[in-house]
Nanobody, 126 residues
Framework: QVQLVESGGGSVQAGGSLRLSCAAS????????MGWFRQAPGKEREGVAA???????TYADSVKGLFTISQDNAKNTLYLQMNSLKPEDTAIYYC????????????????????WGQGTQVTVSS
């Protein structure tokens, strides 16, 4: 059974950095697709970044050049390095996974992913 556990969230001042981690277990896919999503209070969940087993990445326009998605060599831990954080980045951040990303680059749409972590809170103060 696939299990995803996020960690690394917390409170930070604007301009600061955080590194989120997602520990994956029970993942039996040879090719995989994983991503980070976030949901602010009263808003819809949105895709932040995604990556496939070949290292191909996709980023939301709002975080390009600021956030970096990556995985360790064992491909069992997903990371999101967040730099230059802004108050609008405040949200619950979720790790998500599915099988292979498919024909196109890693997607940022929520419906493409079937496995989800419990989320970790990120709060950025001005």
């Amino acid at each position: 059974q696939v299990q995803l556990v996020e960690s690394g969230g917390g409170s930070v001042q604007a301009g600061g950095s955080l590194r989120l981690s997602c520990a994956a277990s029970g993942y039996t896919y040879n090719s995989y697709c994983m991503g980070w999503f976030r949901q602010a209070p009263g808003k819809e969940r949105e895709g932040v970044a995604a990556i496939d087993s070949d290292g191909i990445t996709t980023y939301a326009d709002s975080v390009k050049g600021l956030f970096t998605i990556s995985q360790d060599n064992a491909k069992n831990t997903l990371y999101l390095q967040m730099n230059s954080l802004k108050p609008e980045d405040t949200a619950i951040y979720y790790c998500a996974a599915r099988g292979a990303c498919g024909r196109y680059r890693p997607p940022l749409n929520q419906s493409a992913f079937g496995y989800w972590g419990q989320g970790t809170q990120v709060t950025v103060s001005s």
